[in-house]
């Protein structure tokens, strides 16, 4: 155990270290403070969003056809509202726009009309009128889910969900940008860990290559054995790796104020994509984590066996680009972002989870059979 812990401290020595949060706080600039710091984006997503909480503090996760018909009262109170906001204008009473209804039809190419709109929605911001475009989007969603989702059901093996789908019953609430902004995070912390983690697991072999030690530890039969105890010690760096990342990422996402949706089905009424499982956002959430810790390993497991095989530093960094190319771009296709997305059939998905962790098995089983035996000479 010594030993793994020596090797642990070598790969985690200050200047990779260094050399790590340099990178970590490049590309958090680059990709991931936008959908931090800017979420909900702009109106009228963070009119939905506010709405939406709203609805599952007042109806729960899910919004019946009874609860419905409360939502379309509200809606009413809200016209009434910016139709008591235009009548107090004089300058709207003069334009002929007294109702919400006058308003929303109102000719844009009119200057006087455009001057209008431009004031109420974007100098002022009335809350209300954006408030009403919002409802508005959540019931045309809420009314049109049927028609949307059955032509899905075809690939949908589970009858339980195929049956839900075609019932019109996906009564869940969850804005479909809530989990696209919690997929571009999780995608691109993704990439950032496996770069950290080739950057650092990549050390593990290639420094004592460098320095012609290892010939003289294979003269020692346990020097023969530091192939496992340096693999373990890349597993365990890789998963230190991992946990800070995820642990810094839960963090910051806290403040996105998601949480409230955590309990709402993946598979909500104001969806654009179509699900294999019925799960909750929070299952989903879990799920992602774990896939990128398999992935996080499977990188390790290949990077301590090119750091083994591969004699110096350029060579290594040239067979891990494409490698890493291919990763990334598995990423953004359904390792991590889309998940369950039924556009990729569930096999492929879990084919290619099991076909990577295979790969990474093999190689390493392969490759310490041959240090067992290995000749010096």
């Known amino acids: 155990m010594r030993v793994i812990w020596y090797e642990i401290r070598k790969l985690l020595n200050w200047k990779v270290l260094g050399l790590v949060l340099l990178i970590s706080l490049l590309f958090f600039e680059l ?98 009128f954006w408030e009403l475009q919002s409802r508005e989007v959540i019931m045309e969603s809420y009314e049109v889910r049927k028609e949307f989702f059955k032509g899905e059901t075809a690939q949908i093996d589970d009858p339980e969900w195929k049956r839900k789908i075609l019932d019109g019953s996906i009564n869940e609430i969850l804005p479909s940008f809530v989990v696209e902004n919690y997929n571009n995070l999780i995608t691109m912390l993704s990439i950032l860990i496996i ?98 810790y398999l992935l996080a390993f499977v990188v390790a497991a290949i990077a301590t066996y090119l750091s083994r095989t591969v004699s110096n530093y350029i060579s290594l960094i040239g067979v891990q680009i494409p490698i890493a190319v291919v990763l990334i771009l598995l990423i953004f296709e359904y390792l991590v972002s889309n998940l369950f997305n039924i556009a990729y059939p569930m096999y492929i998905t879990i084919g290619t989870y099991i076909g990577l962790i295979a790969l990474g098995a093999a190689i390493l089983t392969a490759r310490w059979r041959k240090e067992r035996k290995i000749d010096i000479v």
């Open 31 to 128: 990709f991931l403070r936008f959908d931090f710091e800017h979420f909900p984006n702009g109106r009228p997503l963070g009119d939905i969003f506010n709405v939406t909480k709203q609805m599952i503090n007042k109806y729960g996760q899910e919004m019946d056809e009874k609860e419905f018909q409360d939502f379309k009262e509200t809606y009413k109170e809200e016209v009434d509202r910016a139709n008591a906001y235009l009548q107090s204008r004089d300058d709207f009473v003069e334009a002929g726009v007294t109702t919400y209804e006058q308003f929303t039809n109102m000719d844009y190419e009119d200057k006087v009309a455009n001057e209008l709109f431009e004031e109420v929605m974007f100098e002022k911001g009335i809350d209300v």
């Open 195 to 292: 770069l950290s983690v080739i950057v650092v697991v990549s050390r593990i072999f290639i420094t004592d290559q460098r320095n012609n030690t290892l010939y003289l530890q294979y003269t020692t039969n346990i020097g023969r054995k530091l192939f496992k105890k340096k693999l373990i010690a890349s597993m365990i760096t890789s998963f230190l790796i991992t946990n800070m990342y995820i642990g810094a990422f839960l963090i910051l996402y806290s403040f996105n104020g998601t949480q409230i949706f955590f309990e709402s089905s993946l598979q909500s009424f104001y969806a654009n994509t179509v699900n294999w499982l019925d799960i909750t956002f929070f299952q989903y959430i879990y799920i992602t984590i774990i896939g990128v």
